[in-house]
C-alpha cells in the first residue's frame, strides 16, 4: 500500500501526462477506456545515432510519484544516456478505471491487465517516438521494486517483443498462500542481534497477547489510536508495524530502542507506535471497516491491494511454524478468509496456485532478468534468491539491514559494501544487455526477431 522507496523528493510531480487506455484488454467488444497517469524524463535522451535507450520505471499498489533526478534509477539513465518513463497501475493514484471501488467495479483490478496496460503503452509509446524521430522502434528495459518487481519479471516472461530485460527488485513473483515464512525471516533477520533481542521482542509481543487474553487489550489498542478494531484485526496490524519495521531496515535500530527501555512492555509499545505509525503506515490500511469504504480517494490504497492479495495472490502472513512466531496465534489461514470475504462481502480466497502456473512461481522459464534482494526482507520467500538458469541473474545482498528493495533506494555514502558491489555487477549485465540490444537495432532487424537474436548472441 505504499511506496518501497519512501517519499520521494519530487519538484515537477504535477508534469504528469495521461494515456488513454482500455478498461478490458480481453473483451473484443468492449471499447471503454480510462485515462492512466505517466511521466517522461527525457533529459539525458537523444534521437541522434538511432536514439538512446528506454526506461520503464513500474509504480505499483501505493500512489504513484515522479522519480527524483537524485535516484538510483534516474544515475542509470544519465549514465546510459536513456528516456526514463514512469508509469501509474491501474486503480492506483489517479488511474482510476471505475466510478467507485465496489467490488463490482473492482473486477478488472488484476495482474493480467495490468501487464496488458504496460503492453498497450509500451509499444505505443515506442513507436510514436521512432515515428517522431526515424529511429528504429526500441524495446524497454524495466525497472521495479516489491509488486512491481514482480510485474516487470512477468511481463518480461509474457511481452519479450516489447521488453528487452527486467531489474526485478524484491520482485514478488512466487504467490505463497499460506505465508508464514514471511514471519520467520522476521525472526531471522532479530536473530542476527543476538538472541537478546529477539527474546526482548519475542517476550514483547507475548506480553501483547497476554493482556489481550486477560481482557486488557483495550488500553493498547487505545495507544496505538485503534479503539474501535476487531482485535484479531488489531493483531494483523500491530505485527506488521513491528515487520514492517525490519522490512525497512530498521532492525538495528528497533533492538537498540528495545533494550534500552529494558524490558518495559508499556513503554516499547508506545515507543513502536510512536517512531512507525505513520511513517509508512496507519490503522486504516488493516482495519476491515475503512477496507470496505468504497469511495475513490486518489491518496489511498489499502482497498484496492487487499483486494489483489485476497483474489489472487495470497501472501497471507499467517504465524511461523519453524521458529518462535512473532504474530498471534489467531492469524491463520481462517483469519484471512473471513478477513477478505468481511471486506469485499462475498466469499473470497486467493488463487495462488493458478498464478504460479501461469507464470512459473519461483522457477520461470524466462531469460535477462536481475532478481535482486535484501537478506533482511520478510518477503525474500516469495522472490528468486538463487538459480541455475544461466540467463537470469539473482543478488541476495548479505549485508546487516538490508532488506526490501534496497538495492533501487537513493545512493547514499553509508551503503553497504555489498549493496554497492552487487549494483556495479547489476549494471555492467545491463550494459552488456544495451550494447548487444543497439547492435541489432543498429542491423535494421524488426522488432519482432530481435529477441531470438539475442537469446543466440548471449549462448555464443
Sequence with gaps: MRDPFGPQEVSNDVDYLWFDQKVDHFDLQNHDTFKQRYWVNDQWWSAENGGGPLFLYLCGEWTCSNQPETGYIAHLAKEHGAMLVVHEHRYYGMSQPAEDWSTENLKFLNTDQ???????????????????????????????????????????????????????????????????????????????????????????????????????????????????????????????????TIQYGGRSELCQRVHDLNKDYEAINKMIYEWQVGARMGR????????????????????????????????????????????????DMNFWIDYC?????????????????????????????IYMNGDEDPWKPSSILETKNPFIHTFPNLCDNCAHCVDLQKPVDTDDKEILKNRKKAEKIVTRWLKLEKKIESMDVPISDREAMTLKNIMK
Aim: hydrophobic share 35%.
Design 114 to 244: 495490468a501487464l496488458a496496460d504496460i503492453a498497450l503503452f509500451a509499444s505505443t509509446f515506442a513507436e510514436e517516438l521512432a515515428k517522431k524521430h526515424n529511429i528504429p522502434a526500441k524495446r524497454w528495459l524495466l525497472f521495479g521494486g516489491s509488486y512491481p518487481g514482480a510485474l516487470v519479471s512477468w511481463f518480461r516472461n509474457k511481452y519479450p517483443h516489447i521488453a528487452l530485460g527486467s531489474w526485478s527488485s524484491s520482485g514478488v513473483v512466487n504467490a505463497i498462500e499460506d505465508f508464514y515464512q514471511f514471519d520467520e525471516v522476521v525472526h531471522y533477520a532479530l536473530d542476527k542481534n543476538g538472541d537478546q533481542c529477539a527474546e526482548a521482542v519475542e517476550d514483547l509481543v507475548q506480553y501483547t497477547n497476554d493482556e489481550f487474553e486477560a481482557g486488557r487489550g483495550d488500553a493498547i489498542k487505545a495507544v496505538w489510536n485503534a479503539p474501535d478494531m476487531r482485535d484479531d484485526e488489531f493483531h494483523w496490524f500491530y505485527s506488521d508495524v513491528i515487520a514492517e
Design 341 to 369: 470475504s468481511r471486506i469485499f462481502g462475498r466469499p473470497t480466497s486467493p488463487k495462488s496456485t493458478h498464478w504460479n502456473i501461469r507464470y512459473g512461481g519461483a522457477n520461470p522459464a524466462i531469460s535477462k532478468v
Design 284 to 331: 486504516d490500511d488493516y482495519w476491515s471497516v475503512s477496507l470496505q469504504e468504497e469511495k475513490i480517494d486518489f491518496s489511498k490504497n489499502g482497498r484496492q491491494w487487499t483486494y489483489q492479495y485476497c483474489n489472487q495472490f495470497g501472501y497471507l502472513q499467517t504465524p511461523a511454524k519453524n521458529t518462535e512466531p512473532l504474530k498471534n496465534k489467531g492469524l
